[in-house]
């Protein structure tokens, strides 16, 4: 039987990510950054002449983009759809054990916050967006969210004035969280909340993705989000 054209290619996405160094390598990519071919083959667990077949896959495939800067080249995820997509298989793959799996110290650090292509992801994040949908601050749109005058004194009382929408991407939408089967902000807004929160020193990067609450985030964030169970 000849597999109809209009079906979808999950064999050969399949196929690009059954192999555990490639996992790893997409996993550590995750936080939207660009990475050097010898931080993925050390995150990957193999020589760089390995990573090095491993990524031409991973570009052939279009998972990945590759920027050269003088001898070096790096690399990232293709753009937030395969983000998207590698957090939804997260999802699957651990469904049956979800509790037991995040019982980990370092996993709970992870699921507390982390960052998740640009944007907050975990349990802050949840609470993030469940404060931007309270009391009007987003409107539902045909592609996802705007932000009301309310929502916009809310932001600006954070000290943040959010940029105009972008014609290049969606301002803001749903992304099912890995950890918490909930959903969190993505887009343009919530890659902005991200980058004032961080520089206004109430978030700080930790080890690999993980994300940290720091004492003046506690005190200037979490009582806007509702927060006290996260404290």
């Known amino acids: 039987m000849s597999t109809q054209p209009h079906e ?4 050969r996405v399949a196929a690009v990510m059954a192999d555990p160094a490639r996992s790893r390598m997409l996993a550590y990519l995750l936080s939207g950054e660009y990475a050097s071919a010898s931080e993925l083959a050390k995150a ?17 495939a279009r998972f990945v983009v590759c920027e050269p800067r003088g001898r070096h080249r790096y690399y990232r995820l293709a753009d937030p759809e395969v983000a998207h997509a590698l957090e939804a298989l997260a999802l699957v793959a651990e469904r049956d054990g979800h509790d037991l799996a995040w019982a980990h110290p370092e996993r ?14 975990g349990q802050l994040a949840v609470r993030l967006f469940d404060a931007l949908q309270r009391e009007e601050r ?14 916009r004194q809310w932001l600006q009382a954070l000290g943040m004035t959010p940029g105009p929408p972008s014609r290049r991407r969606r301002f803001a939408y749903r992304c ?40 003046t985030g506690r005190q200037e964030l979490l009582p806007r989000l509702g927060s006290d169970a996260l404290r």
Do not use: M
């Not at 990957?44 to 052939?60: I, N, Y």
């Not at 987003?138 to 929502?151: E, P, Q, R, V």
């Open 8 to 11: 979808p290619r999950l064999a």
């Open 44 to 60: 990957a667990s193999v020589t760089a002449a390995t990573a090095s077949g491993h990524l031409a896959k991973l570009l052939d």
């Open 108 to 121: 709970k650090r992870l699921r507390y916050a982390r960052c998740c292509y640009g944007h907050l992801a």
């Open 138 to 151: 987003l409107a539902s749109t045909a592609d996802g969210y705007a932000l009301t005058d309310a929502g």
């Open 176 to 215: 099912l969280d890995w950890s918490e089967r909930r959903d969190h902000l993505a887009g343009q807004l919530a890659d902005e909340i991200y980058q004032h929160f961080t520089q206004a020193g109430w978030l700080r990067r930790s080890a690999g993705r993980a994300v940290e609450i720091t004492p």
